[in-house]
């Protein structure tokens, strides 16, 4: 059984920074595909960023710039650096793992940027 863990939320100011971290245990995960998702209270879910097995990266318009997504095969790891956060990226992020018909999703870890 595949899981997924996240790692890195909390509660920060605008403008400072977190890096958040999802590591999944059992086999390889180089071939697969990473993304992060997060979903604001009263909001659909939304994907943030994905890296494809090939390390290609993309980003949704309102965090470009200043959110990096990284992955580490031999760590079976995924990154998301946040920097410059605001007020609207506060949220419940959750990161996703998959490849074809496997599908699978970390618990999901709070991140609050509030003065």
């Known amino acids: 059984q595949v899981q997924l863990v996240e790692s890195g939320g909390g509660s920060v100011q605008p403008g400072k920074s977190l890096r958040l971290s999802c590591t999944a245990s059992?086999?390889?995960?180089?071939?697969y595909m990473w993304n992060w998702h997060r979903q604001a209270p009263g909001k659909p879910r939304e994907l943030v960023a994905y890296i494809r097995a090939d390390s290609t990266t993309n980003y949704r318009d309102s965090v470009k710039g200043r959110f990096t997504i990284s992955r580490d095969n031999a760590k079976n790891t995924m990154y998301l650096q946040m920097n410059s956060l605001k007020a609207e990226d506060t949220a419940v992020y959750y990161c996703?793992?998959?490849?074809?018909?496997?599908?699978?999703w970390g618990q999901g870890i709070q991140v609050t940027v509030s003065s």
């Open positions: 996703n793992l998959w490849r074809d018909a496997e599908d699978y």
């Open positions: 059992g086999n390889d995960f180089s071939n």
